[in-house]
C-alpha cells in the first residue's frame, strides 16, 4: 500500500556510486540474484528479497515488470518466524514439569533448563508461521534517487544494506541539509555550513 | 562529518523551514509565488507538532483544529518552541497534494496525490495500464517533491543571505503579534 495506491508515507534517497553501461542487463541479473526466496515449507527463519510491487508472490519478474521507463520499482520483502517469549517461557515451564515427573527429579539443573530452552525454541521456532513485511521503491535512474515508502527506522536500515548487497551502491538518506546541498549554488553552498540556528521570537 | 552528526546538528533547518513556510503562507493569504511557476496555494491545516529542547528533555505540543484555530500553536512558538511536524495542503493548477511534513528528516508523510483518471483506475490486468498507472503516481510523487524542493530553495536562498536578518524580524513580529491578537 502506499506506492501504488491510497495514501502513503514515503523519504528520499541519493544514489552513490556509478551503475555499469549496460544499466538494464546489470539490474535483470542482480535483481533475479536478490529475488525473494519463499521460506513457507521450510525450516529457515528469515527471507529477505526483491518482489514485484503489483505482487508479493511473484519474484520472477515475467517481462522485466520492475522496469516502468526510467524507474526501477521494487517491493521489498522480509519474511520472518517469530515466536513470543511469553510462549517460550509457557512452553519451557511445560516441558520443566513434565520432564521432573518423568525422572523423578526434585529440582531442574542450570544445564538441563538451557538445553530445553533451546530444544523448546527450535520446535516452536518451525510451526511458527513466516510473518512478511514488505515496502515499496522507487529509483530514479536518470537523477539517482530512491523513494522508499516507509517511515521505519529499522526498515530503512534493511533496505540500504539490501541494496548494497544487490547493486553495490549506497543510499544516502536525503536529509534537509544534503536537500539544500543539492538546492543551492557554489557560492550559497559556502555559506551553508555557516549557518546556526536561530529563535524565531 | 557523517550522517547521524549531521541530523542532529542541522535538525534546525528543515524545523526553521517548516516554520517558515507557515509565515510564508500566511503572508499572501496562503499564495507563495515559485519563480518558475507563479503562484501556487499552501495551507497549513489541521494538524501541528512542535517540540522543544533535545533527546530525553525534549517536550512535544500537538496540536489540532481548523486553519483559524491554529493559536496554540503560535503560542507555542513564542514559548521559543520549533515546528516539528505540519499538515499542508499544496493547489497548482487545480491537482490538489495533501501531505505531513516531518521536517528534521524530511519525511512525507500520508501523502494524498490529486486523483486522476490514470491513477483512480486501481490495479488492471493489462501490463501496460498498469505500467501507465504506475508511471502517473510517479509523476505526482515527485512533482509534489519538487513543489516543495522548489519551496525549500526560495527559504535557502534567503536563509544564507544578508537579506535573512530582515526577514527574521518579519517572522519575528508574526510570531508576536498573532500572540497579541490572540
Keep these: ?201 | 562529518m557523517d550522517l547521524v552528526d549531521l541530523i542532529d546538528e542541522k535538525r534546525f533547518l528543515g524545523q526553521e523551514f517548516l516554520t517558515w513556510l507557515w509565515w510564508k503562507s500566511e503572508e499572501r493569504g496562503g499564495s507563495i509565488l515559485l519563480p518558475e511557476r507563479g503562484d501556487i496555494t499552501v495551507i497549513f491545516e489541521k494538524h501541528m507538532l512542535l517540540e522543544y529542547g533535545e533527546g530525553d528533555t525534549s517536550e512535544k505540543l500537538v496540536c489540532s483544529g481548523l486553519q483559524s484555530e491554529l493559536q496554540e500553536a503560535r503560542t507555542g512558538l513564542q514559548v521559543g518552541k520549533k515546528l516539528e511536524q505540519a499538515r499542508i495542503q499544496i493547489v497548482h493548477a487545480e491537482q490538489e497534494y495533501n501531505f505531513t511534513l516531518a521536517a528534521a528528516l524530511m519525511e512525507f508523510r500520508s501523502v494524498k496525490l490529486p486523483k486522476t483518471a490514470g491513477t483512480e483506475g486501481g490495479i488492471s490486468n493489462d501490463p501496460e495500464e498498469t505500467e501507465g498507472m504506475i508511471l502517473e503516481r510517479i509523476f505526482l510523487f515527485e512533482e509534489l517533491i519538487r513543489f516543495v524542493n522548489e519551496l525549500f530553495r526560495l527559504f535557502l536562498k534567503i536563509r544564507v543571505a544578508e537579506q535573512w536578518a530582515e526577514e527574521l524580524e518579519k517572522i519575528r513580529s508574526w510570531v508576536n503579534s498573532s500572540v497579541r491578537s490572540g
Excluded at chain 1, 510473518?131 to 529499522?154: G, I, Q
Design chain 1, 1 to 201: 500500500m502506499g506506492f501504488i495506491s491510497g495514501s502513503a508515507s514515503f523519504v528520499r534517497f541519493s544514489v552513490e556510486g556509478e551503475l555499469p553501461e549496460n544499466i538494464w542487463d546489470f539490474i535483470a541479473e542482480r535483481v533475479a540474484a536478490f529475488s525473494f526466496q519463499d521460506i513457507d515449507d521450510t525450516y529457515d527463519e528469515f527471507s529477505i528479497g526483491w518482489v514485484s510491487v503489483i505482487n508479493m508472490f511473484d519474484s520472477d519478474f515475467e517481462y522485466a515488470s520492475y522496469a516502468n521507463g526510467d524507474y526501477v520499482t521494487l517491493t521489498l520483502r522480509m519474511d520472518e518466524r517469530k515466536v513470543s517469549p511469553a510462549i517460550i517461557k509457557k512452553f519451557c515451564a511445560k516441558e520443566e514439569e513434565r520432564l521432573k515427573k518423568e525422572r523423578q527429579l526434585p529440582k531442574i539443573g542450570k544445564a538441563m533448563k538451557m538445553e530445553i530452552k533451546e530444544r523448546v525454541q527450535t520446535e516452536l521456532m518451525r510451526k511458527a508461521v513466516p510473518v512478511p513485511a514488505v515496502y515499496d521503491l522507487c529509483w530514479n535512474l536518470a537523477e539517482s534517487t530512491v523513494l522508499f515508502f516507509s517511515t521505519n527506522k529499522k526498515a530503512q536500515a534493511q533496505l540500504e544494506d539490501f541494496f548494497k548487497e544487490t547493486f553495490g551502491l549506497l543510499l544516502m538518506q536525503q536529509i534537509p541539509y544534503l536537500t539544500a546541498e543539492h538546492l543551492l549554488d557554489e557560492e550559497e553552498n559556502e555559506q551553508l555550513p555557516r549557518i546556526g540556528p536561530n529563535i524565531f521570537v
